[in-house]
């Protein structure tokens, strides 16, 4: 067991100052951060308790249809929130859909979106572009739950399902600078690089703090849909997710999941031809089949670019309207 100090911090301006100093990282509930630290694959001498920070555990709606959830809630409580469950089912079906109950219990939204990749050679200390080495053991080794998207030299899955939902929906991930001033990034942009990045996943500076998460009042409501097909058929990661919505002003979204280092959004001129709607079963199917054209499998995870198809499919017919 590795010793670090344990810090809890009881506003963003201490914690802030806390992360200035090196080898100090924020944790949530610990449930990636600990095994992380155990495995020796980050050294650090102190950890920042985010969770009683002013706001970080909280999810409020307003009044616009907008909403905040603080980076410390748990993802026990995102998926319950009633208010969240009628304007973003998205995203609680999604955080529903994490892991185990205990997990869920003890990992927090921004822990989740901060995860590290879950790629076997990683975790188990095999020399890679992410931990210092150089190349990619899955290219040539055991790859069937990794990416189809290449976009860099690492060919892992990012974990995270809400990831794929807040993507959908237009989130804004806030950052708070060193000097207390604060950023917003979309998803894409929290993990834009991430193949390339030997150091981690996220865009969020390691003096930085993920304080909240923004949904914007146009992504509330309309049709949203969410689907996770996992291996086990619970209490597993996504072999591929799919998050979809069709917005009250009828404009369509649609991501999918586990097939690269962050979430995949839709081309928009599929997304545009599932808007115009009056879709029968042999434009779906070459719709789904368009919208995976830049998949590019490695030699066993082709059956991935199957499956995304397969949930695009159900995807479309549930956004609807259908021919
Ligand atoms: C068996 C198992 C099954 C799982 N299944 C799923 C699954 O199906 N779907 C899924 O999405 N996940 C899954 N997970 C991952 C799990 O959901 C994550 O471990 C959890 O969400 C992380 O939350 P946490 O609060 O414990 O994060 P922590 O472990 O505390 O932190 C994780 C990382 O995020 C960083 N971090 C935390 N908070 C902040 C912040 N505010 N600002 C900046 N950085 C921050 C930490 O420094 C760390 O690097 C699974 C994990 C296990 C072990
Ligand atoms: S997929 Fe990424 S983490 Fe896994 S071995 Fe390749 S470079 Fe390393």
Known sequence: MTNFAYHRPSSVRDALAALAEKGTRPIGGGTDLLPCIDDGLVQLSRVVDIRDLPGASEIALRADGSARIGAGARLADVAAH???????????????????????????????????????????????????????????????????????????????????????????????????????????????????????????ADDELMTAIELPAAAAGGAQHWEKVMQRGAWDFALVSCAAARRTDSTVRMALGGLGLG?????????????????????????????????????????????????????????????
């Open 263 to 323: 979430p995949w959004r839709i081309a928009s001129s599929v997304e545009e031809d599932v808007c115009s709607g009056g879709l029968d079963e042999e434009s779906i199917d070459a719709l789904a089949e368009r919208a995976m054209y830049d998949a590019v499998p490695l030699e066993r995870n082709g059956y991935k670019v199957e499956i995304a198809r397969a949930v695009l499919r159900r995807a479309m017919r549930v956004l609807g309207p259908t021919a």
């Open 82 to 204: 009633a208010g969240l469950r009628e304007a973003f089912p998205l995203l609680t079906d999604a955080a529903a859909s994490v892991g185990t109950p205990a997990l869920r219990q003890m990992g927090t939204i921004g822990g989740n979106l901060g995860q590290r990749v879950r790629c076997w050679y990683f975790r188990r200390g095999v020399r890679c572009f992410k931990n210092g080495g150089g190349g990619c053991a899955a290219v040539a080794g055991e790859h069937e739950y990794h990416g189809i998207i290449p976009s860099g030299s690492c060919h892992a899955v990012h974990p995270s399902d809400p990831a794929v939902a807040l993507d959908v929906l237009d989130a804004r991930i806030e950052a708070t600078r060193p000097d207390g001033t604060v950023r917003q990034l979309s998803v894409a942009e929290l993990y834009a690089g991430a193949a390339a990045n030997p150091t981690g996943e996220m865009t969020i």
